[in-house]
Each structure stands twice: as C-alpha cells, then as structure tokens.
C-alpha cells in the first residue's frame, strides 16, 4: 500500500518500546489479578484508586497522569489495546525513533488525562486507549490508504476507519454515552496526536535539543594522536566536499546525538573520519562560545 512514494506492509519485528510496552501493560495487569485472588475485590479498587487517574483527586496523586496508562479494567480492555499497539506501534517506531515514539505515546496520554480533567472531573479513567488511539492516528496520518482489515475480513483504509473512530468518540463524548468508556480520555489522546503531529513535535523540541546539548557537554571529544594529524586532518577537512561548519545547530546536535549512540555500542575506534571531524566541529564551536 502507498503513501506518497512510500510502501507500507505489516510485519511482526517488534520495536524495543513496543516490546517494553507490552511486557509492561501485560505484567501490571497479571499482578492487579493475583492481587485480586489472593486479597480480594478491595485489593483490586486499592490499585485502580492509586495508580488510576482520578481528576478529582490529581492533586494529592499526580502520578496518576501516567500510572493509569498501565491499567485495564479486564483481559478484552488488555487485549484490545495490546493489539492495536502490537500491530501499529513498530512502524511508527521505526520511522520515528524509540525517543520519539515513547514521547508520542507519553504525550497522547496525558492528553487523556487533561480532556477528563476538564470535562470528566468526576470520573475515574484507567486504560492505554488514550495513548492506543493517539498511534492509529498517527498510522493514519503517515500511511492513510493502508488497508486494515475489520473483523480479518473487510478491508478499510486507515483513513477511514480513525476518521470514523474520531467521529464515535466526539459524539460519545460530548453527548455524555456512558458504558463505563472513558470517552474524553479518547478524544484528548487523539487531540493531543493532532495537534503534535499538526506542528511536527516542534514545540517538544526544546527539550530535545537541551538533551542532546547536555550529552555533548558530557562527552569526553576525541583526541588527536598528535600536531602532525592535527594539520593532516585540517587539510582533509579543507579538500573534503562536506562542510560540518556549514551545519546548523539543530543538525549538528541530531548527527552527534547519532555518532554518541554509535561509541555507546560500538567504542570510540568505530568512527569514521568523517564522524570524527563532526565532533572536532562540536569542540571548535564550544571554545568559540
């Protein structure tokens, strides 16, 4: 299926986030069961009290924004929202990055959280769907015409089907449908997916771009073995058809975000040449500032 010049097809190759987010959701919920069976029904509403998000209550428990992400009222809420997270969160992943996913994912939660707060302040909200909603609009939004199939059987395009789950929501929602669904969390994880994908996650960047800069202050910039490779490396940087001095900030700080990643893994003896001459640059600007 095509998106622009691009081909999308489903796969099983789980991302590292993805996986942690499985593994994570699955084992909370396996833990509020046994808490459930050995200490009863009140042991499970303890749980769902603390790590639930209550607007009510989000000032004495904070935490609850992000802890009742990790929470399902029975194995089908799991299930359901595993699935979705299994099926379009590794594409999402690979095309963004495990930092940028996690952020997404983060973000499209707590927009569930703040819609209850504002508009549901009397309920109580547990469950991933926010953030679960938040990566199908984003696979919509990336790869519209990808088919998904309905039931394994009737293909809709991605499109259409987070088109028609944004117009079930905003009715629920606003028209006060009940059923125990926590409607305005799905409807603020999907606002907050818009709105961060509208802008193309610049207004996180600022975050972004003070991390990096940290890691570069910390980073220990690799020596030059002497004087003599020293000059030899300044004339090939003279002769070499790429200008790292030319580079902007932003983009400087992403391809040294990349080269730590890669002496992380790999050791300083891993980098290339030009890898290297990336780093002088870095040093270069920070005595000249």
Not at 61 to 83: C, E, Q, R, S
Request: glycine share 12%; with cysteine.
């Amino acid at each position: 299926m095509s998106y622009g010049s691009e081909r999308f097809a489903f796969g099983y190759t789980l991302t590292p986030w993805v996986k942690r987010l499985l593994i994570a959701n699955t084992a909370v919920h396996l833990l509020v069961v046994v808490i459930r069976q050995f200490v009863g029904l009140e042991g499970q509403l303890f749980v769902w009290n603390w790590f639930g998000f209550t607007p009510a209550e989000s000032f004495l428990k904070p935490w609850g924004a992000v802890t009742y992400m990790f929470l399902h009222g029975d194995i089908w809420h799991l299930l359901l929202n595993m699935l979705v997270l299994f099926f379009f969160g590794p594409p999402l992943e690979q095309r963004w990055g495990s930092d940028r996913f996690l952020k997404y994912y983060l973000i499209c939660g707590l927009g569930g959280a703040v819609l209850s707060f504002v508009f549901a302040f009397g309920t109580s909200v547990i469950g991933a769907s926010a953030a679960i909603y938040g990566l199908m609009l984003a696979f919509a939004w990336y790869w519209p015409n990808a088919p998904i199939y309905f039931w394994g059987i009737f293909p809709i395009k991605a499109k259409y089907l987070v088109g028609f789950f944004f117009v079930l929501t905003f009715f629920s929602a606003v028209g006060g449908a009940g059923g125990g669904v926590a409607h305005f969390a799905h409807l603020g994880g999907l606002l907050a997916g818009l709105i961060y994908l509208r802008t193309d996650g610049k207004w996180g960047d600022g975050l972004d771009t003070l991390k990096k800069a940290a890691r570069v202050e910390r980073l220990a910039i690799v020596p030059r073995e002497d004087k003599g490779e020293e000059r030899a490396e300044g004339s090939r940087r003279r002769t070499s058809g790429r200008s790292d001095s030319k580079m902007g900030e932003k983009e400087l700080l992403d391809e040294v975000d990349r080269i730590l990643d890669k002496i992380s893994d790999s050791g300083i003896s891993s980098l290339s040449d030009d890898e290297r001459r990336v780093l002088d640059e870095v040093s270069r600007r920070r005595r000249t500032n």
